[in-house]
């Protein structure tokens, strides 16, 4: 991208509304502010606080084709990377019943870091009144004037060309497309373990610093290591049933009181090894411990049709979920979301150079560039989900997971695939 472009004057230029301040939404933003274009980051959660950016989150592991690359542009990579450790690239398979059958301890360049030390960085770069927090999105509609954001009691905005980086449920994916999110076939659950190594050294050996997995029966348990000695349980259910946390009787329950569901004699993971039934029971009681009375966190995944797009529309555009939602096992959301703003940031920046300080012609500049981004977009993000579509077959498409999962790490061509967990909130 050129650093010399001649940039229209504050009054003449389209003011850019993005909506959702994840990393795609804020690295676009950083992005933006770099080449001095102005923009305004719509957030529905209130601004985090130090405990807030503290508290226990996903390992997102990064891709030097997109994630990284983000990050370079950002001028952000020699701040990401201080920030990686607790969560290595060792990747650590289990047997159902519980014996360690695979052991990597990593090569490829993909440093893991977590969720909320990314969103730091990112927000430690941003001018403070660039983004409003607590801004929940009620409705986009067009008008005359523009696109009119309606974030109820916040009021309404009005914006010339609005980015959709709101991820699986966009309010502003309804300007383009009908398309909305279908049922995916799984069901995960959220757990941690705090104090690992000095309250369960047995389950911290298991899993010892990086992603621990055991799969089968169609379902997998994942660990991952992560910040102040705690770890991350994901326990991934395959199952066509929408309903399946009412249907099991898990909605609303207590980790603790879920347990017996879970881990129980006749429960769920009832015949899997007694070191992988420990792990979530530990976890499901320490999960409880921190959050008293809150009911366990099930989320069933939703997908998009695979290379779902929409005719082009000047006044809006989506990024990351909010355009291609994807299964998590491959790891790939956050890197392909990172890689849209990128690329969407370049696109603008070439309108503006291309208009050459000319509000009259940016509009069209704008139009062309976004709209060949768009393009470009869906069919990365079609190559990608072949990709997703693959490891998912591994991981779920028999009896025997982790076995498989073995034998495809062994295998030439799929081990280009990185078998990761990007799921982390």
């Not at 950016?53 to 084709?65: C, F, M, R, T």
């Amino acid at each position: 991208m050129s650093s010399t472009m001649t940039t229209p004057t504050a009054a003449s230029q389209p003011h850019i509304a993005i909506i959702g301040a994840g990393p795609a939404g804020l690295a676009l933003a950083l992005l933006l502010h770099k080449h001095h274009i102005p923009f305004t980051v719509f957030e529905m959660r209130p601004q985090p606080t130090p405990s807030d950016y503290a508290s226990p989150s996903g390992s997102l592991d990064l891709h030097e084709e997109s994630g990284l690359a983000a990050l370079r542009a950002c001028d952000l990579y020699d701040a990401a990377m201080a920030l990686t450790g607790d969560c290595t690239q060792q990747q650590r398979i289990a047997s159902k019943d519980g014996a360690v059958i695979f052991n990597f301890s990593g090569g490829l360049h993909r440093p893991e870091i977590y969720r909320h030390d990314l969103m730091k960085v990112f927000v430690s770069q941003l001018p403070s009144d660039s983004i409003r927090w607590g801004h929940k999105l009620v409705r986009a509609e067009r008008t005359a004037s523009g696109v009119e954001l309606d974030f109820g009691d916040h009021g309404k905005h009005t914006s010339s060309l609005v980015v959709g980086a709101d991820g699986a449920w966009s309010r502003v994916r309804p300007l383009l497309t009908d398309a909305q999110p279908h049922y995916a076939g799984f069901q995960n659950i959220t757990l941690h373990i705090r104090n690992i190594t000095t309250k369960h050294p047995e389950l911290a050996a298991l899993m010892q610093r990086g992603t621990f997995y055991s799969l089968a029966d169609r379902h997998a348990v994942l660990s991952q290591r992560a910040a102040n000695d705690s770890a991350r349980i994901y326990i991934m259910l395959s199952t066509p049933d929408r309903e399946f946390a009412k249907t099991t009787g898990l909605e609303g329950k207590t980790p603790r009181q879920a347990k017996e569901i879970l881990v129980g004699e006749n429960g769920i993971l009832g015949g899997w090894g007694k070191n992988i039934r420990e792990l979530v029971g530990v976890a499901c009681e320490d999960e409880t411990d921190r959050t008293g009375g809150a009911a366990l966190d099930i989320n069933a995944f939703h997908t998009l049709p695979v290379g779902h797009s929409w005719e082009h529309r000047t006044d809006a555009t989506l990024i990351g979920d909010a355009a291609h939602l994807l299964n998590p096992p491959a790891g790939e959301g956050v890197n392909i979301a990172m890689q849209d703003a990128l690329l969407l940031s370049e696109a603008i920046v070439q309108a503006y150079e291309a208009a050459g300080g000319d509000s009259g012609k940016l509009g069209e500049a704008l139009d062309a560039t976004v709209g060949k981004f768009e393009v470009d977009m869906v069919v990365r993000a079609k190559e990608v989900a072949a990709g997703t579509k693959e490891v998912s077959a591994v991981m779920f498409g028999s009896e025997d997971g982790s076995q498989a999962m073995v034998d495809a790490m062994y295998n030439v061509r799929t081990w280009t695939i990185n078998f990761s967990i990007s799921i982390g909130n």
